[in-house]
């Protein structure tokens, strides 16, 4: 396949030499036909001249024969008729001079050596009937004589004497001279002339083996006295043109070669053709630079789209195309940079988006990364919440158990009063000892609130977590709108997000909730302590006061027994309250698990998204 540049200058070339070749045609032909009518006038000219020639030949013939004949008519008699035959200027132009007598048939004539035979009668001979039938000068025939095998013509004469008819007068004349003369003429040297008559009969022919021969003999293709014609002669083409002569019966004949006599036009057409490769080849090389020139502004294009969309790791946005050309490459120059321009535009718009949502991700990939970490330490948290509500609930049954024993003792202390020393320092150990577990239990339960407060810290950080995911969320899915179809995945996973952002929201409400009905809890049970730490120490104080006597030991032991009561009851509840809220921390361990497993999801999709965008490499080849 040809490039533009190739069919541009084919055309030209072919137009050029379409147009040259023509113009030569045209020449040629002009020339051809020039040089035809040129041919046809000179032959014209040649054969007028030799019509002339051989008509003038002729009259002076006919001149001679007839003053001859008038000479024989003024002068008729034997003698005079001998001497007037006998004349050297008769002699010299014909060979044969004489006169056929009426009277007797016979014949005086002036050819020496030739004697008649006796059957020999002029009147029978058809130069003698004709002469004497149209009673004027007649020329016969041209014929072949048997003794010199020349053509020859007679002219014959009516001689007439005082208007009697004495006899014909005849004069033989040799074409051999006239022969001679047509053939030294030669026209335009390419060819020669021949003699013929009416009917065709050769007389004069460069050949003289065609002399006396039917042209039909020689050139069948020949058309007698026709137009000009062109025929092959001897594996040759010919011109041949023929002129019939002013007042006789024959026809003069020209046959030319035609490549001679069109050489010159021949080697002017060789030249011109010559000259003509000559001003292709030159035309090739002005066009080709000149081609050049005018492909330049599309060159200059083809260059500027290269650097725009061709290989390499470049792609140069700021290539211009030069306007100060020709109109038409201007407007398509005009027309490619601003194409250009709006595509750098869009190219520096996108690349904006490209950087801020690389930004965007990283951020988003970062923040989840803290929310990862954050929830995995908020799971540890609550499993230490747990164990230490397991420990709780196990204190509070220890105390149970001791409540119990205390109630024992203080039934025993009053069933046995008279042990009241003994059991008062017994109880009064007791009663230490569940002093001692009751500030244990207080001390607990302070670090039950303290706990529940570090539960509190960690939904609140949660609940803070929840909302920036739900904020990035939020974000996210406005620049994966923003990205159109390219970010419907990622606008789908920010959805998922944020609904797992406002579960967790839900779920650390919950859980607030039941903190605060713990502390609660725990605020009672830490009175209760305080109280049951109060009595005990009363109790040991009484104790000391055994000797005071028995009704106090006995109230002091019916009011540790309602205190104890009073402790059971409260401890019962601390134990309903923990597994509460050992199973709350549960739920929220498990939550915070899903939480972890979402969050790490998200991270996982928003690094994918980050690391795609980050390996797009395609607009950074862009130099806007």
């Known amino acids: 396949m040809f490039s533009f540049k190739a069919k541009l200058l084919i055309s030209k070339l072919s137009l050029l030499v379409i147009s040259l070749a023509a113009l030569a045609y045209f020449q040629y032909s002009f020339l051809h036909s020039d040089r035809e009518k040129e041919i046809h ?55 044969a001079t004489g006169i056929g007598i009426e009277e007797d048939g016979g014949i005086i004539e002036n050819v020496p050596g030739w004697v008649p035979d006796s059957t020999w009668d002029s009147r029978e001979r ?17 014929y072949i004589d048997v003794n010199t095998q020349q053509q020859m013509i007679s002219i014959s004469a009516p001689v007439v004497v005082k208007g009697e008819f004495k006899g014909v007068t005849f004069f033989d004349v040799s074409l051999a001279v006239l022969s001679e003369k047509i053939n030294r003429i030669s026209p335009l040297n390419a060819g020669y002339l021949f003699l013929m008559t009416k009917d065709g009969n050769i007389i004069s022919h460069p050949n003289k083996d065609y002399n006396g021969k039917q042209l039909s003999e020689v050139y069948p293709e020949l058309k007698l006295g026709g137009d000009d014609q062109v025929l092959t002669l001897d594996g040759e083409k010919n011109i041949v043109q023929q002129l019939p002569l002013t007042g006789h019966d024959w026809i003069i004949g020209s046959v030319l ?79 490619f940079n601003g194409f250009v321009e709006m595509l750098q535009n869009n190219i520096q718009t996108s690349k904006l988006f490209a950087n801020d949502l690389t930004s965007t991700t990283r951020t988003a990939v970062e923040n989840s990364e803290r929310s990862e970490a954050s929830i995995l330490k908020q799971q540890q948290e ?39 020393v003994q059991t008062a320092v017994n109880a009064s150990c007791i009663i230490g000892e569940l002093s001692a577990q009751v500030a244990q239990s207080e001390q607990d339960v302070k670090q039950l609130n303290v706990s529940a407060d570090n539960i509190k810290g960690i939904l609140s950080v949660i609940s803070d977590i929840s909302d920036q995911t739900n904020l990035l969320a939020l974000n996210a899915a406005i620049e994966a709108a923003r990205a159109g179809d390219s970010g419907r995945g990622f606008a789908v996973v920010a959805d998922e997000v944020r609904q797992l952002a406002q579960r967790t929201q839900s779920a650390t409400a919950d859980i607030g909730k039941i903190l605060e009905e713990l502390e609660t809890g725990t605020e009672q049970v830490g009175q209760s302590m ?39 009851t409260a401890a019962e509840e601390q134990s309903l309250v923990v597994e509460e809220i050992s199973t709350n921390a549960t739920n929220i361990y498990t939550l915070s698990s899903e939480v972890t497993d979402l969050v790490s999801n998200t991270r996982t999709a928003v690094q994918k998204l980050k690391d795609q965008n980050e390996s797009d490499k395609s607009l950074e080849a862009f130099v806007v």
Not at 134 to 139: A, G, K, P, Q
Not at 541 to 561: A, F, P, W, Y
């Open 257 to 335: 070669k035609e490549d001679i006599v069109f050489q010159s036009l021949d080697d002017m057409r060789d030249q011109t053709l010559m000259y003509l490769l000559a001003v292709i080849m030159i035309s090739v090389v002005v066009l080709g630079f000149v081609v050049n020139l005018l492909m330049k502004p599309l060159s200059n294009m083809t260059t500027g789209i290269n650097s725009i969309s061709g290989e390499g790791d470049k792609k140069d946005l700021t290539y211009r195309l030069e306007t100060k050309v020709d109109k038409e490459f201007a407007h398509i120059a005009g027309a």
């Open 382 to 420: 609550v499993e230490q919440l747990v164990t230490a509500l397991n420990e709780m609930s196990s204190t509070a049954q220890e105390m149970a158990r001791n409540t119990q024993s205390a109630a024992h003792a203080a039934s025993q202390a009053h069933d046995a009063s008279v042990e009241g």
């Open 126 to 142: 058809p130069w003698y009937q004709d002469a004497k039938t149209h009673r004027s000068l007649i020329i016969t025939e041209p």
């Open 41 to 95: 006038n000179t032959i014209e000219s040649v054969l007028t001249g030799v019509e002339n020639t051989v008509q003038s030949d002729i009259d002076g013939w006919k001149n001679l024969a007839l003053s001859t004949t008038q000479t024989i008519e003024h002068e008729y008699a034997p003698k005079s008729i001998e001497q007037i035959i006998e004349q050297p200027k008769l002699k010299e132009l014909f060979v």
């Open 530 to 568: 305080s109280v049951s730490l109060t009595k005990a120490d009363e109790a040991i104080s009484g104790m000391k006061q055994v000797e005071m006597g028995l009704n106090t030991i006995n109230e002091s032991v019916q009011s540790i027994n309602d205190m104890n009561v009073q402790i059971a």
